[in-house]
T-cell receptor, first 110, second 114 residues
């Protein structure tokens, strides 16, 4: 049973526009949510996180929104840049365990 | 130094071989992790060491044996693996091993079992 789901395997966005990546979860015990970015042949790199007691966290071009009632979070990237092309993983934390979603491949087109 | 270094980068082994994967970090982190990632799947947690003690084993088969000789080093000993164990093995570390911490990942060891 997948506790963290990213239903869009891929997303294509034009450079300069907003990229919105979505994630749903089922376990209400998750206390933190994190986004990681992964390039080929590299390990995932931390991007941004949000505590379950907040509904928004912003860091430069990246903003994460959390809707606890809907068990849904999203990552907004604006403006999107070619270097943002990568696989993005949503992850949820319960104590020491980090559970990853399936990932969304984001492609930024010039 | 914000790096987690994993060696080797690639490993091919037969089902009767014994090999070890190594992971090292010098960030002073006290929690270290092994994850397994199959192609087009998310990383899956295998083991967590917190302050050099094994704190989580996600029901991993005994043919995988983790070892944490000190707070900077993490090994994964492999013995009698099966072809379905072929995957990318990722090591990660974090400051204390508490919830919500940023994990720093290595680039992984791509393992092929023949």
């Amino acid at each position: 049973d997948q506790q963290v789901k990213q239903n869009s395997p891929s997303l294509s966005v034009q450079e300069g526009r907003i990229s919105i990546l979505n994630c749903d979860y089922t376990n209400s015990m998750f206390d933190y949510f994190l986004w990681y970015k992964k390039y080929p042949a590299e390990g995932p790199t931390f991007l941004i996180s949000i505590s379950s007691i907040k509904d928004k966290n912003e860091d430069g071009r990246f903003t994460v929104f959390l809707n606890k009632s809907a068990k849904h979070l999203s990552l907004h990237i604006v403006p999107s840049q070619p270097g943002d092309s990568a696989v993005y993983f949503c992850a949820a934390s319960e104590t020491q365990k980090l559970v990853f979603g399936q990932g969304t491949r984001l492609t930024i087109n010039p | 130094d914000t790096e987690v270094t994993q060696t080797p980068k690639h490993l091919v082994m037969g089902m009767t071989n014994k090999k070890s994967l190594k992971c090292e970090q010098h960030m002073g982190h006290r929690a270290m992790y092994w994850y397994k990632q199959k192609a087009k799947k998310p990383p899956e947690l295998m083991f967590v060491y917190s302050y050099e003690k094994l704190s989580i084993n996600e029901s991993v088969p005994s043919r995988f044996s983790p070892e944490c000789p000190n707070s900077s080093l993490l090994n994964l000993h492999l013995h009698a693996l099966q072809p379905e164990d072929s995957a990318l093995y990722l090591c990660a570390s974090s400051q204390h091993g508490t919830g919500g911490e940023k994990l720093f990942f290595g680039s992984g060891t791509q393992l092929s079992v023949l």
